[in-house]
Antibody, heavy 113, light 112 residues
Framework: EVQLVESGGSLVQPGGSLKLSCVAS????????MDWVRQTPGKSLEWIGE????????NYAPSIKDRFTISRDNAKSTLYLQMSNVKSDDTAIYYC??????WGPGTMVTVSS | DVVMTQTPVSLPVSLGGQASISCRSS???????????LHWYLQKPGQSPQLLIY???NRFSGVPDRFSGSGSGTDFTLKISRVEPEDLGDYYC?????????FGGGTKLELK
């Protein structure tokens, strides 16, 4: 059974940084592209970006504007999302997904002073 | 970005009844490879979205045949027949033909 478990969400001040993690199990992590998707308090879903199987290629939503970085460690079956210069609009539940097919339960990020 | 418009926003249904949700895109979702990357998700209360239908009409593993997807080009429909209590929640469409992938605004399926 595919399992994805995110962690690292917390309260962070505007302009601050945060790193989210997602541990995968139940399948061969290194064989799949991975994505991050977020859901705002108003429930809108927004695709953030993706990373290829060996971590050599990433694609991001233009709205992210170079503030977020996706990476992965295949030896640890772990996906990461480095968030920097966060804004109040980044307040959301962040989901790790296996190519938007399988989703983790999400981790909450709140940006507030 | 491709804008995905879902209607209705809220859909009251009776258990055992039928529901139909529409998703329209601002441009054709037919990829240059001939495939159409339009997918449907259900988000039950307190849970993350779960894939129901992929590429317009293909049911994901374990999804009952009460769920069916159809459509082409810019107009797509998800139909749920014989609605059961576990079908209640928020439904979203997602297009991944064009970059970046974009979601519809959601449709809340609730009891009448």
């Amino acid at each position: 059974e595919v399992q994805l478990v995110e962690s690292g969400g917390s309260l962070v001040q505007p302009g601050g940084s945060l790193k989210l993690s997602c541990v995968a199990s139940g399948y061969t992590f290194s064989n799949y592209w991975m994505d991050w998707v977020r859901q705002t308090p108003g429930k809108s879903l927004e695709w953030i970006g993706e990373i290829n199987t060996d971590g050599s290629k990433t694609n991001y939503a233009p709205s992210i504007k170079d503030r977020f970085t996706i990476s992965r460690d295949n030896a640890k079956s772990t996906l990461y999302l480095q968030m920097s210069n966060v804004k109040s609009d980044d307040t959301a539940i962040y989901y790790c997904t296996r190519s938007t097919t399988d989703w983790g339960p999400g981790t909450m990020v709140t940006v507030s002073s | 970005d491709v804008v995905m418009t879902q209607t209705p926003v809220s859909l009251p249904v009776s258990l055992g009844g039928q529901a139909s949700i529409s998703c329209r895109s601002s441009q054709s979702l037919v990829h240059s490879n001939g495939n159409t990357y339009l997918h449907w998700y259900l988000q039950k209360p307190g849970q993350s979205p779960q894939l129901l239908i992929y590429r317009v009409s293909n049911r994901f593993s374990g999804v009952p045949d009460r769920f069916s997807g159809s459509g082409s080009g810019t107009d797509f429909t998800l139909k749920i027949s014989r609605v059961e209590p576990e079908d209640l929640g928020d439904y979203y469409c997602l297009q991944s033909t064009h970059f970046p992938p974009t979601f519809g605004g959601g449709t809340k399926l609730e009891l009448k």
